[in-house]
């Protein structure tokens, strides 16, 4: 199976989680930083729910109906007949379904990911080992220090000054591509954005002649 890949943009959009066990606390944490409307359905919630931030909280079980004007939902239960009925709901719905642990009964995967700043690396093994994610994201995590959060702010504003400032396309798009070559992440850690930001000015100096 050939997965597409996709990056959602689910501010404002209506997700509900069907579930209230620790799994389910992470997922509504990961959720609310996207900035979801959330509601979660569950007669009780794990503490880890305390630190996830504002939803509306249902406390009660999954009934048919839960997920009408959804976005996105996720089954995070380990009562196989409610998430089944979820699935079955979801399919009639046409939303998309992530069932935890149950690759087979989604419909999206959740990637192991990396965030730093703007800067996402994700990981998927399409469902086939969770565990191999995890590694494999924790290599990204040493791979690429939270440095990268204000380099990629620099470059970022860099990116700016060079589509204001430089007509020729040319010399536009060797630019970039050299500001996309720097390694600011040492100059950073010895000199902070000042050091990093003289870097990037140097750069953008030599396609200004």
Known sequence: MVLYPANLKIEGQPCVIIGGGRVASRKA???LE?????KVVSPELDSGFGEAGAFEHVARPYEKGDLDGAFLAIAATDDEAVNRAVEEEAQALQLLLNVVD?????????????????????????????ALSKRLRRQLEEEFPGEWE???ELLGEARGQVISNINDEEKKKECLT???ALDLIPLLRDGGKTAARLEIERCISRYLA
Not at 34 to 38: N, S, T, V
Not at 104 to 125: D, H, I
């Open 29 to 31: 944490a990961a959720l």
């Open 34 to 38: 996207c900035g979801a409307r959330l």
């Open 150 to 152: 204000p380099a990629l």
């Open 178 to 180: 050299e500001l996309a």
């Open 102 to 130: 149950k690759p087979e009964q989604c419909n999206f995967y959740v990637p192991s990911s990396v965030r730093r700043g703007e800067l996402m690396l994700t990981v998927s093994t399409g469902g086939q080992l969770p």
